[in-house]
Every structure is written in C-alpha cells, then in structure tokens.
C-alpha cells in the first residue's frame, strides 16, 4: 500500500471528508505555503495571513464533504482563501472608515516617513531590499494575480477563474503588474545610480 | 521574421516572462530561440529574477499545532442526502411494494401496446423511420421533399 504522502490532493480531500486527521496533517503540509502566500499577498500582514490560513484549513475541515470532483482541489483552496481574505479587508476597510481621521494621520506619516527616507544613507540599503519585495509595492489585484501565477503555480485560465475574471482581462492584468515591476525596478536603478553620483 | 511575429513574441515576453515552460506550447523551438535573442528578454529576465529574489515572511512554527487544535473541536458538514419519494422508500422496504409495482409496470406496457397495435393503420407504419423505402418512394410521389408540382 503507498504512503499516504503520495496520495494526490483529490484523495487527501476524500479522505479528510470522513474525518481523516493524518490526510488533513499531509494536506497541511503540503498546501499550506499556498494558502499562506496568497493570503499574505492580499493582506500583507504576517499574523492577519496566518489567521487567514488557518480560518481556510479550518473551513477545508468542515467543508471536504461538499467538494465535487469536478473542480481541480488546489484552485478550490485557493478560491476559498481569496474569498475570506477579501471578506477580512472588507472588514479591515469598514473598520478604518469608522476611525478615518486615524487613518488619514496615519498616511500623512507614511508620507513623511517615504520623503525623509530617500535622503539618508542608510535607506540606499533599504531601497536595495525594496527591489526585492517590489511585489508587495504593486496594487491588490495585481499583487494577486502574479502570486496565483507564479508562487502558487495555478496556469493562466485557473488563476482567472479564481479571480473571477475573463482569461484575457486576467491576461492583461498579469502583464500589467509585470510592466510595473519592471517601471519599479527602472525606478530603483535611476535612484541607486544617483547615490553612486554622490 | 515578420513584425506580427515579433510583437507576438514581445507579447509573450511581458506576459510570461522568460520561463519559457509557461509559453504556449503552440510555440516553436525556433521562435522561442528568437524569443531569447529580442531586447525585452533582459527586461523580462530582470522581472523574473526580482520575482524569484521576493522575500516572504516565514510562517510561525506553531501555526500547525493551532489548526490542528482547531479543528478538533469543529464538527465536520455532514452529507445532505436528497429526499427520497415515499413510494420508492416503500419498494425498498417491502419487498411486496416492488413485485406489484414491476407486474403494474408490465400490465401497463402490453395494454399501452396492444392499444397502439389496433388503432394505427397499415400505412403508419409504412413511413416509419424503419422502413426506408416506402418512404422515399412516397416522397418521390409526391412531388419530393421540396414541394414540387
């Protein structure tokens, strides 16, 4: 008989259907990087990307029984982690709305926080790091679509049903998040070259 | 190669960078060796590689334990069967139920076709769809299929 490691995901969910705990541990390990980056991804919140995450496995738990093989596991997991972190920044987005003069202080520092940053030597360090988590700098939806495509590994036409999107709107939002990526990374050498001037 | 063919490639280029696994398999050898060679495979290589250099946060070793815990005290969805009609429930049940209702069945079957023997007539069953040829000589009678004089 095989290990249970090697069961597929369709298996693992059957399995976890009937209450299986040792397919839902296996399922754990092995999707749970998925559901952690997508969350983060949309969050960007370590410890709001964990709560999320296992909210999702929690609701896996619960709702394993109802999955139809018709729909591939992964882009189902997936689903339900974007629908409850959107539900979470829904209710992230209520909430600021009710403490909005917070909030704006809030940006107004951020602002300042950003202009005084590009001045000093030590943020030449910090804007090298930023090259690397540019990602995390692009908007909601784009930030999404290249997390589905590229670190959860979901092909094009998945990634735009999870979205719920047309494949060519999905398409087009993917390049244009590689195009700002690209606009980031122009921005980020132009700045650097400045600093080697000085 | 032509313009079309090279924006295509472009195309390509900013929408799947240079990891050529995610192109369309439709795709030659030969054009993605000329894919390589366009100047907007540096601009998609440095993307990719600020893609792959992304650094995400790690996740907290007790994450496991605390869905594991979780899920210990949360009831799993229980299979909603559909509703059964009552008298199939009774065939199941009593076994009498079922040998009436299939003699029902049967009765109702020779009736329903001793019927449809006596009523039709001879020339119904001439133009049938198993019986090609009075058909098509019928057709050619009358004018053929189109209408004609």
Wanted: include cysteine; proline fraction near 3%.
């Amino acid at each position: 008989m095989a290990a249970m490691e090697e069961y597929d995901d369709n298996y693992l969910i059957v399995l976890i259907g009937s209450g299986d705990e040792a397919a839902f541990q296996i399922f754990f390990d092995r999707r749970m990087g998925d559901v952690f980056k997508l969350s983060y991804s949309l969050l960007l919140d370590k410890q709001m990307a964990e709560d999320a995450t296992q909210e999702v496995f929690v609701k896996i738990w619960q709702k394993a029984v109802h999955w139809k093989a018709d729909a591939a596991v992964k882009t189902w997991l997936l689903t339900i982690a974007r629908n409850h972190c959107l539900d979470v920044l829904r209710k992230k987005r209520n909430d600021l709305k009710k403490h909005h003069s917070f909030f704006t202080d809030m940006i107004s520092l951020d602002k300042d926080v950003k202009a005084n940053s590009s001045e000093s030597k030590i943020d030449q360090e910090k804007h090298k790091g930023n090259i690397k988590n540019a990602l995390f700098e692009l908007p909601e939806r784009q930030r999404e679509a290249i997390t589905l495509v590229y670190y959860n590994e979901v092909r094009n036409l998945e990634a735009a049903g999870i979205m719920g999107l047309q494949v060519a709107a999905f398409d087009s939002l993917l390049a244009r998040a590689r195009r700002n990526l690209r606009k980031q990374l122009e921005g980020e050498e132009d700045l650097l070259r400045g600093y080697s001037i000085k | 190669m032509t313009k079309e063919a090279e924006e295509k490639l472009k195309d390509y280029l900013a929408l799947y960078g240079r990891d050529f696994s995610r192109w369309p398999i439709t795709l030659s050898a030969a054009e993605r060796k000329i894919a390589a060679d366009i100047p907007e495979y540096k601009a998609a290589q440095d993307v990719d590689s600020v893609l792959e250099e992304t650094i995400w946060p790690e996740v907290s070793s007790s994450l496991k334990a605390r869905t594991l815990e979780k899920i210990k005290s949360m009831p799993q969805a229980e299979i909603q069967m559909p509703a059964v009609p009552l008298f199939v429930t009774m065939m199941i049940r009593k076994p009498a139920y079922l040998m009436v209702s299939l003699a029902m069945f049967l009765c109702l079957g020779v009736v329903s076709g001793n019927s449809y023997k006596i009523s039709s007539q001879p020339s119904d069953t001439a133009y049938s769809y198993f019986a090609m040829g009075p058909a098509y000589s019928y057709s050619v009678q009358a004018g053929g299929a189109y209408g004609g004089k």
